[in-house]
């Protein structure tokens, strides 16, 4: 079954933030077929939540906090909504997700060591559909419009060519993309999963984290798409 899968990534959590303990890089992989389908279940539920403003953004800090528009909203609505958006997401759309605790990396940037962390799972993950179906599927980053939008394109250069700890990069068809997460559901959606991600580690919040968990790529037991970086045995062990 030739096409793209198509990783739809977004950070939360500032790296240079000393009051921050995780930073993270998470996203949503989509097989290019799937996309109108999922932007469009995306789009359902902006409607129904704003009819006179569905080009309100899906954003998580933002339903979550009741900032801007979402203000107008009770909190048990937004919570449901958040929860709800993150039901979409099906057995076949795998997730990725890095959580790096800054103080457990001795000088290392936590940007850079996240996206090694990131492009190597997704490109892993191609790798090992190759060898098991013959699958020739490639792979597609998309990222929301970063800072680290500069140094991120570089990096994955030099993976496809020089490489990384665990290897070259070879199932990846392009260096990342950057768009306008206003532009796009599906970068909309990765925030999400990031910001959930993030929500766990930081503060151990349990609202939507499991609701994702049985989503990270798996495979034979191992889960491949899941990977946290910290001091502690329990990251998430934090206040609710």
């Known amino acids: 079954m030739n096409g793209v899968y198509l990783l739809y990534a977004d950070e939360s959590g500032a790296a240079g933030d000393r009051h921050q303990r995780f930073f993270v890089l998470a996203g949503i992989a989509v097989f290019d077929r799937q996309t109108w389908w999922l932007s469009r279940e995306l789009e359902k539920l902006a409607n129904h939540l704003f009819p006179h403003q569905p080009e309100v953004e899906l954003h998580g800090n933002h339903i979550l906090q009741g900032k801007g528009i979402w203000r107008s909203l009770p909190v048990r609505t937004r919570i449901a909504a958040y929860q709800d958006a993150l039901g979409l997401i099906k057995r076949q759309m795998p997730l990725f997700g890095v959580g790096v605790e800054r103080a457990s990396l001795a000088g290392q940037d936590p940007v850079e060591y996240a996206f090694e962390q990131l492009c190597s799972r997704f490109d892993m993950y191609h790798g090992r559909h190759f060898k098991r179906r013959g699958d020739p599927q490639r792979g597609l980053i ?13 990096l994955a250069a030099g993976f496809r060519t020089v490489g990384h700890r665990f290897g070259k990069v070879r199932n990846l068809s392009e260096v990342p993309l950057f768009l306008d997460s206003r532009a796009s559901r599906l970068v909309q959606l990765a925030d999400l999963v990031a910001y959930a991600l993030f929500r766990y580690l930081e503060h151990g919040d349990h609202r939507f984290f499991p609701l994702i968990e049985r989503h990270f790529d798996e495979e034979g037991g191992v889960r491949h798409g899941l990977h946290i970086r910290s001091n502690r045995a329990n990251p998430a062990g934090g206040e609710s």
Do not use: A, I, N, W
Not at 146 to 151: A, C
């Open 142 to 154: 998309v990222f929301d419009k970063t800072s680290y939008e500069t140094s991120l394109q570089g």
